[in-house]
């Protein structure tokens, strides 16, 4: 933990500005949307509690001019005194959410591959079945024995020869056993979605943070009012200063919020997961 010792320090100059204006923390939370406990680790010199880099600038940034401080030397004074690597010493906490939130969704893919395999083995034996039964060939019909012929005896005379008997009746055929039925093919599952369309609403001023399919597209602070629509292949990764100050819809579904007010978050979102993220009805 990156703590200034020295008395006052960056964070004192800061209460210091905050008393002689006469504003308390939790007017500058309501205003900047910082949580009371960030503002009061900035008081202390304690980074570690903060996000990390642009973020934990811009929380110095909203901070400076709510107590009426110059913002940009006020960052620089920032800067000065917390060197680049105690900057982002927030950011293992964030990388842990994204390393869950990956060994999640590859979880989830990995049961919904095993479901579909189970749910294609019954279909593919039935289909097998019956193309097989469909090819055997059906029993010829066996003919009947010729029946006996009975001659009956006749006079013989001189002059006259004996009768022939008539022919027997032709034997009739035995039907052919009917075909078994042809169950209906069971439905397949509509595949996964190859594409996913997210459009980003921005409730207030939030930073955002957002690479798509490995290209960064957005790194700036959103004002209210801002849209956003992006087309993801692959996967969007998203990293919110303000987690509620988000509104996701996904494919053209509400999606549920990110996280809380004034809560750090990052999300993978991508075609095979993002039903996960949508409003439960």
Not at 180 to 190: L, N, Q, S
Not at 237 to 256: C, E, K, M, Q, Y
């Amino acid at each position: 933990m990156a703590i200034d010792r020295t008395p006052g320090g960056f964070g004192g100059r800061l209460r210091d500005a905050r008393e002689r204006r006469g504003v308390s923390l939790r007017q500058i939370a309501n205003a900047t949307k910082i949580s009371v406990g960030a503002l009061e680790a900035l008081e202390r010199n304690d980074i570690s509690r903060l996000p990390g880099g642009i973020f934990s600038r811009a929380f110095v940034r909203s901070y400076a001019i709510e107590v009426g401080l110059d913002p940009d030397a006020t960052i620089q004074d920032f800067i000065a005194q917390f060197p680049n690597d105690s900057i982002t010493a927030g950011h293992p906490g964030k990388d842990h959410v994204v390393d869950r939130v990956a060994v999640e969704s590859e979880r989830r893919t990995a049961g919904t591959f095993l479901w579909l395999i189970g749910l294609s083995l019954p279909i593919a034996a039935a289909l097998v079945y019956f193309a097989t039964a469909g090819r055997r060939a059906a029993p010829q019909p066996v003919a009947a024995p010729a029946a006996s012929r009975e001659q009956t005896p006749a006079a013989v005379s001189a002059d006259t020869a004996p009768s022939a008997t008539p022919p027997p009746a032709a034997a009739t055929p035995e039907p052919a056993p009917a075909a078994p039925p042809v169950a209906p093919a069971a439905a397949t599952p509509a595949p996964a979605a190859t594409q996913l369309t997210v459009k980003l609403a921005v409730r207030r001023p939030c930073y955002l943070s957002a690479t798509i399919d490995g290209d960064k597209r957005i790194d700036r602070l959103l004002q209210p009012g801002e849209e956003q629509t992006i087309e993801v292949r692959r996967e969007m990764v998203v990293t919110a200063g303000d987690a509620s100050a988000i509104a996701l819809t996904l494919n053209g579904a509400a999606a549920r919020p990110l996280g809380r007010d004034g809560e750090v978050v990052t999300v993978r979102i991508n075609p095979a997961n993002y039903r996960d993220y949508l409003v439960r009805r």
